[in-house]
């Protein structure tokens, strides 16, 4: 996807030398207002300096943003007092070189954790960065937020009502649900008040990011930051209908694409769970089956073992009743295509189909625990022989 342009913001990415392979490294978003800002992040007990600091930032009453800065390679994570003096020192150079001050600046980092950042190359890379600002430099800033993506992830629309929202994202590895290495930026020149900006991000997350895994690993850098600088002159009010559904729609593109890009997967399983007692439940049991080793290798095999999901619903933590369990495959439309369970016992299906089906690159399940009327659905993918290569030599 294209991004388009947010008035009155400009963005930057280049190689600084964090990588050792000339990729891009480091990233800088800046509006030329101030901008109200929201931010949702890890629930990881262990938390990185940059989720640390943005986060008391956030938090402070009245607080407005002029930009983000980024880096990738290093998480700035389990890094002590050092670590979050190097958090600030970022943001204060990149306050000087734009001109504004050090708490109107965020700071992001993502990589590998336990090491100290190379301030030298960082602060370098600001003072680069905000030379190389351009309206539309938002692909090059996707670019310099990866890791193990093989591909940038953006996301843009513009609404009829004359505001635009593009966001940029991060992530294929340590993901699952309530937020895992993955970062996400957003921006938008409508004018939202900080609580409504909040709220209004807080149910897109919920609706985007926190419905995806890959590997259910949980980080300590996870952060969706939402700018909004008004410079389009819309206001938005409370509980805006339109902007919700224009911020969910930009917060779900990106949260697919984090899990088509997953370590090493081949496939986008949808997960759906129905006849749930309550959401809760029903959450419980598509994170299970989700993040299951043994789901996730036989929708990579083509397998319709389904007992792997039934196991996985057993063993969630809520009381499924086996006699009631039904269970479907789903076509990349989200339609019923074959009932492999019914009632807890083997329905009668063409083996062979499931096993086409769950050889296309999208396909879903839909499992109905027949206790009530709750469902929901998460997003996630196989667990391929390239995820381990990927993790195994992550360092090296």
Known sequence: MTAQQVTGFQAAGLHAGLKSGGEKDMALLVSDR??????VFTTNRVKAAPVLYDQALIEASGARMRAVVANAGNANACTGERGMANARAMAERAAEAIG??????????TGVIGVQLP??????????????LRPDGWEEAAQAIMTTDTRPKVA???????????????GAGM???HMATMLAVIATDADVPPPALQNALRQAVDRSFNRIVVDGDMSTNDTVLLLANGASGVAIGEDDPDFQRALDDVCETLAKAIVRDGEGATKFVTVVVTGAPDEASARTVARSIGTSPLCKTAFYGADPNWGRILCAAGYSGVEVEPERLSLWLLDSEGREALQLVADGEPADYD???????????EWGLRLDLGLGEASTWLWTCDLSHEYITINGHYRT
């Open 119 to 132: 301030m030298d190359i960082v602060l370098s890379g600001i003072d680069r960065l905000a030379g190389s």
């Open 156 to 170: 843009s629309l513009t609404t009829g009502r004359g505001y635009t929202i593009t966001g940029i994202a991060k």
């Open 100 to 109: 504004c001050q050090p708490d109107e600046v965020l700071v992001l980092s």
């Open 175 to 177: 993901i699952a649900p």
């Open 351 to 361: 083996e062979a189909a499931a096993i086409r089906l769950m050889q296309t690159p």
């Open 34 to 39: 101030p901008s109200h800002a929201a931010g």
